[in-house]
């Protein structure tokens, strides 16, 4: 099993940026891919980014341009950079991991709780 813990969430200025961290332990070794997910209330899940063992990576076009996924190459740690934040991507953010990668949402095998990025007008 793989466990993941989100943190990096917090209140910030339309404009401004945050930086999101995964903490990925467990059987990483089996994973393919990983990714951010975000949903808002009331929402449907969407996935934000995703990036493959080979480094594709996946943007929604609502964040292509100011959003960008790394990780380390352990699986270990698994972070987005969003910069030139909206009010629109205020959401509880969650950090997916799959065998098969994350792009395709029932692909995803693991979920961590979830972190909550606010952005203020």
């Known amino acids: 099993q793989v466990q993941l813990v989100e943190s990096g969430g917090g209140l910030v200025q339309a404009g401004g940026s945050l930086r999101l961290s995964c903490a990925a332990s467990g059987s990483m070794a089996s994973i393919n891919g990983m990714g951010w997910y975000r949903q808002a209330p009331g929402k449907e899940r969407e996935l934000v980014a995703g990036?493959?063992?080979?480094?594709?990576?996946w943007y929604a076009d609502s964040v292509k341009g100011r959003f960008t996924i790394s990780r380390d190459n352990a699986w270990s740690t698994l972070y987005l950079q969003m910069n030139r934040l909206k009010p629109e991507d205020t959401a509880q953010y969650y950090c997916a991991a799959g065998r098969r990668g994350v792009v395709v949402t029932k692909r995803v095998d693991y979920w961590g709780q979830g972190t909550q990025v606010t952005v203020s007008s």
């Open positions: 990036v493959s063992s080979s480094g594709n990576t």
